[in-house]
């Protein structure tokens, strides 16, 4: 195609500002109707700040009076004297060339005393007898204004509303990768925001198979919803059971994005449902036990047998009674513990209270290392309870004699707890019952260890078992109770 050809077809620049200009001499109604029937008022304003030219219907609609009573009135009129010194201010600036912000919104104060927000966009040009002209392009932004304002405070509401809910809310992609998790859910597992944002729910549930993960998603993928129990690992490695309420989240087209999931805990429950078991079985296996040591050594009281039998049999009555009294009162010390507020109890004084009875009772000797004058804790008024059956454990099933019986108590203050250890220089635990000694359904540390580790939980602390000497068990224990400081 030769270029002859070619601009025929296509006009250059000046042939299509000939066009242009030709087009708009031929109909000035067109002009007309492409000012007055935009979405924003054109207005042009002297050197004098005053309107000189208000495109007629859209200025009506902003101004809220005729163009008339518009034209050759100062704009300033129609603003509040702090918002008209910074308009004039700048529109001074402006022509005298210095470089001002040419878009920006403004309040203005119409005859019929409605208020309006419009944005104001403003370039300098030359008129006919080459004087500069300010032209203002009007918008009016007010319902937009309303409707973020609106929005912005719905989404506070929502924001609110979750962060200070009881239950964990969490929301994943369609991976299964964490994109916002609320304080509840965080707190519940002992992480910051950053420590789960951006990582798989997965790494943080207790004894889900691949399998169950994948049944689950494609169940969110098909639409349904579901509440199931799930158990989380906090980020100190305790268990947390909850129920989970999941339901598909999708985008506005209807397509699967993620899931939406509430996670309620229900510790509190479960403790319950286990404490009670674990009572039923207190009553149908040891107290029966030592029902039948009683009957046994019942009938061995016999002024025919000799008089060493009918003595020792009488001492098996005696403690199979005190063992007995001791579960009871144990038990009954459990039932207290669920009606006791939370209180600032001061640990010190309550672990020499107990030592004192420790040493006379059961003769051990009793080290008190690295401990404060005075440690403020969140507890109640059992803390002696929790404290006296740890002491008591570390003496009573030490087979070494009197001051051959040792107990270490020592403490120290860290990130916002206190870590309390007591050790001893008995048999020592191993290793696997470390791991079941505070579970009710093995029955494996006995009532006193049991009701230890429900009070800790509900002091918000923890409690673990490690060895007195690392990596020697037969040395002896260690345990170690976590409990929250309280700070003045």
């Known amino acids: 195609m030769s270029k002859s050809h070619k601009n025929d077809e296509l006009p250059d620049k000046d042939q299509e500002r000939e ?38 219907r859209a200025g009506e609609r902003i101004f809220g009076s005729s163009v008339d009573a518009v034209i050759g009135h100062d704009f300033r009129e129609w603003m509040s004297d702090d918002v008209a010194k910074l308009v004039g201010e700048r529109f001074l600036k402006r022509l005298g060339g210095d470089a001002i912000p040419a878009e920006y919104p403004i309040k203005i104060f119409r005859q019929d005393g409605d208020v309006r927000t419009v944005n104001i966009r403003v370039a300098l040009v030359n008129g006919l007898n080459g004087q500069k002209k300010t032209l203002v392009h009007v918008l009016d932004i007010t319902e937009q204004k309303q409707y973020r304002e609106d929005l912005e405070e719905s989404e506070g ?16 992609d369609n991976r299964g990768v964490l994109t916002y998790v609320n304080d509840a859910f965080c707190k519940m597992l002992g992480y910051s925001h950053e420590e789960i944002i951006g990582k798989s729910w997965i790494d943080f549930v207790h004894n889900l198979s691949a399998d169950e993960v994948q049944s689950k998603r494609e169940d969110r993928i098909a639409g349904n919803s579901e509440n199931y ?44 449902e286990e404490t009670v078991q674990f009572y ?18 019942s009938g061995l009281i016999d002024p025919e047998l000799p008089s060493q039998y009918i003595i020792d049999s009488r001492q098996d009555v005696l403690d199979a009674v005190e063992r007995c009294n001791r579960l009871i009162t144990k038990v009954k010390r459990a039932g207290e513990l669920r009606n006791l507020p939370h209180s600032s109890v001061e640990l010190t004084s309550v672990i020499r209270d107990k030592v004192a009875v420790l040493e006379r009772i059961y003769g051990a000797e009793v080290i008190i290392e690295k401990m404060d004058k005075a440690i403020m804790v969140d507890a109640d008024a059992l803390l002696g309870e929790l ?48 791991v079941t000694i505070f579970d009710k359904s093995r029955r494996s540390g006995g009532v006193g260890l049991t009701l230890v580790a429900q009070m800790a939980r509900k002091y918000g602390g923890t409690i673990e078992i490690l060895d007195r000497v690392k990596g020697k068990p037969s040395m002896g224990t260690k345990f170690v109770l976590h409990l929250n400081l309280v700070t003045s």
Not at 23 to 50: P, R
Not at 397 to 402: A, I, M, S
């Open 280 to 297: 039923l079985d207190l009553l149908t296996h040891d107290i029966a036990n030592q029902l039948q040591v009683i009957i046994t050594a």
């Open 157 to 172: 509401r929502y924001r609110t509303l979750v962060e200070s809910m009881n239950d964990g809310l969490a929301i994943d």
């Open 387 to 434: 404290l006296w059956n740890l002491f008591e454990n570390a003496a009573r099933h030490n087979p070494k004699k009197d001051k051959d019986k040792k107990v270490w108590i020592s403490g120290k203050k860290k990130n916002g707890m206190y870590e309390l250890a007591i050790a001893d220089n008995g048999p020592g635990i191993g290793d696997e019952r470390k």
């Open 19 to 56: 066009i242009v200009l030709g087009a708009v001499h031929l109909s000035e109604s067109a002009l007309e109707q492409i000012l007055n029937n935009g979405h924003s008022a054109v207005v042009i304003v002297d050197n004098d700040f005053k309107f000189e030219y208000v495109s007629r």
């Open 229 to 272: 129990e799930l158990e989380w690992v906090t980020k100190s490695g305790a268990k947390v059971p909850t129920i989970v309420s999941a339901t598909p989240y999708l985008d506005s087209d209807g397509e699967f994005v993620g899931t939406f999931a509430v996670i309620t805990q229900i510790t509190t429950q479960k403790d319950a």
